[in-house]
């Protein structure tokens, strides 16, 4: 629908609201007389409970594959031979286990390309609610594969928790950027972050032989997928619903208010409603764009690049391949065989330490120098590893230098790069847009997962310990782009960094049009809008 089509219809359905000049929304309740930036105990719980029931479980079905790996593979191979009467073939075999790992990312895409249309009729919260399906059938499947004798089970598993884990990655940032006040915008969406990591440490911490790592109790490394799905299930539905989707989506002006006062824990939310009435007023279109009307979009044209940009670079930075080399690196050290699982628990620890420590600082450093300085370091280090690595044998301390460079580059790429191409597709787009936005972003994020674990075995055998110079060049490129292109988003509005932006799209965007009455100070005139009012004097005028 064009902007003619629109010429003769209010901009959203039901009752016309009339807005306020700047700074005049009626207040309700006392004045606070001071702005509330802290955490207030709703954000708390929404992003824990969130986070708990989504990011973590992503992280945890990252990492949960790899100690069980041996014990899985033996259960391949028995199956085989009970069904054919003969020991499958160890290529066969190899190919199953790598179709079983990297459908994880094959069901992520599906899941990112449902979002969408699973968001416009259940919005966000009860998107992440009916996930918890997904979650609970996926646990049943990959738990009950043994016992079942069919690992036809546990292939499928993965590809439904894949799907699982799309969606969450999607609708997860998308919901908390909306709930959350600007101030604290890049911690609370930090948290997504954390609890990947904290989720890749409970796989790491589970599936030692001590705990689930053995033979006869591998399954239920897959079963504990259970219990974070169904703690999001009974907390969620007792936190509100987006405000800015009530407001927008469901035009309910009066629910989202209250979602404010719930979330931000006052009664006096004038500012935040003004801020997103704003917003209102910038739009346009209030529908949801389409992914092919953002790629066409003049005005967000270089907002889209830098979010392919960053979801590339966050999977093709080359953290992957980090764990191919771990094992290595620590017997190189002298670490003994049989402590080594131990030992790549450190690494674990690290993540989440890193991921912790950005959700602190963020706000005071803002976005730009913790993704350019944590491309910058993983560079260096990559490049430094190479040297370590194809030098180990020459003296006894090269490899404990090896250790340490990896742990630098876990720690640079979780202080920065690990969670904030999340956050920066949330900020970017308004509210029309960020469904597609996140379905671009998601897209990019799983294919280039999936390229990652078709290609790097072949990169590796053709390049040996010089494939992180391939990693290198990508995080180099990545902090050049970004130094070059990304604007700082902290505690900017969605139209301070759409402006941040307008130079180089080379287009003015609808706010440089369309928000005469918000940047005026004074009060403007404000007349009826019959049926055959433009958008633009709708917009002008104030109305939602």
Not at 217 to 244: C, D, H, K, M, N
Not at 356 to 379: A, D, H, K, Q, Y
Not at 474 to 500: D, M, W
């Amino acid at each position: 629908m064009d902007s003619q089509e629109l010429g003769s219809a209010p901009l959203m359905q039901g009752p016309r609201h009339q807005g306020p000049p700047k700074g005049s929304w009626p207040r309700s309740g006392k004045p606070s007389g001071k702005r509330n930036q802290g955490w207030s105990c709703w954000l708390i719980v929404a992003s824990l409970v969130g986070a708990f029931g989504s990011s973590f479980l992503y992280g945890y079905n990252l990492s949960v594959v790899n100690a069980p790996t041996q014990h899985i593979k033996a259960f391949y191979n028995e199956t085989w031979e009970r069904r054919l009467g003969q020991p499958i073939d160890p290529d066969t075999l190899t190919l199953l286990w790598s179709v079983t790992v990297s459908i994880f990312a094959i069901g992520g895409l599906v899941g990112t390309l449902l979002v969408k249309l699973i968001g416009k009729f259940l919005g966000r919260k009860h998107t992440l609610l009916a996930n918890n399906l997904f979650a609970v059938a996926a646990a049943l499947l990959m738990t009950c594969a043994l016992w079942a004798g069919a690992f036809e089970m546990l292939v499928v598993g993965r590809f439904v928790m894949g799907v699982d884990g799309g969606i969450a990655l999607s609708v997860l940032p998308m919901y908390l950027s909306e709930i959350s006040p600007k101030e604290i915008r890049g911690s609370l969406g930090q948290v997504t972050a954390i609890f990947i990591c904290i989720g890749v440490f409970a796989g790491q911490l589970l599936g030692l032989p001590e705990l689930l790592g053995q033979e006869s109790t591998w399954p239920y490394l897959f079963g504990v997928i259970v219990i974070p799905a169904v703690v999001q299930l009974v907390s969620l539905p007792f936190l509100p619903e987006s405000p800015r989707y009530l407001l927008f989506e469901k035009h309910d002006q009066a629910g989202a208010e209250k979602a404010f006062q719930r979330f931000l824990g006052k009664e006096d939310v004038s500012r935040e409603m003004e801020e997103v009435l704003e917003e209102g007023r910038m739009q346009r279109d209030i529908r949801p764009v389409s992914v092919w009307e953002l790629l066409r979009n003049p005005c967000v044209r270089w907002q889209v690049l830098t979010v392919v940009v960053t979801m590339a670079c966050y999977q093709l930075c080359g953290l992957n391949a980090i764990w191919f080399y771990t094992d290595s690196i620590f017997g190189k050290a002298g670490v003994p065989p049989e402590n080594i699982p131990y030992i790549t628990l450190s690494t674990g620890g690290i993540e989440t330490l890193a991921s912790i420590f950005s959700g602190l600082v963020i706000e005071r450093l803002g976005r730009r120098p913790l993704l350019i300085g944590g491309f910058g370091l993983m560079t260096l280090f990559f490049g430094i590893l190479t040297v370590t690595l194809t030098l180990q044998d020459r003296a006894s301390w090269i490899p404990y230098l090896s250790i340490f460079c990896i742990l630098a580059i876990i720690a640079s790429f979780c202080s920065g790069p690990g969670g904030i191409p999340f956050i920066l597709t949330g900020e970017f787009f308004q509210q029309s847009q960020r469904p597609a936005a996140f379905i671009v972003a998601g897209t990019v994020n799983w294919l280039s997962n999936f390229a990652v674990g078709l290609l790097f075995p072949f990169i590796q055998k053709s390049l040996h310990t010089y494939c992180f110079l391939v990693f290198a060049a990508i995080c180099f490129t990545g902090a050049l782009y970004l130094y070059f292109v990304l604007p700082e988003t902290k505690n900017r509005t969605h139209a301070e960094i759409s402006q941040a932006f307008a130079g180089r799209n080379k287009a003015s965007p609808p706010e440089g049009k369309t928000d005469s009455a918000v940047t005026d100070n004074k009060p403007s005139e404000q007349p009826d809008a019959g049926p055959s009012s433009t958008p633009d004097k709708q917009v002008k005028n104030g109305i939602v």
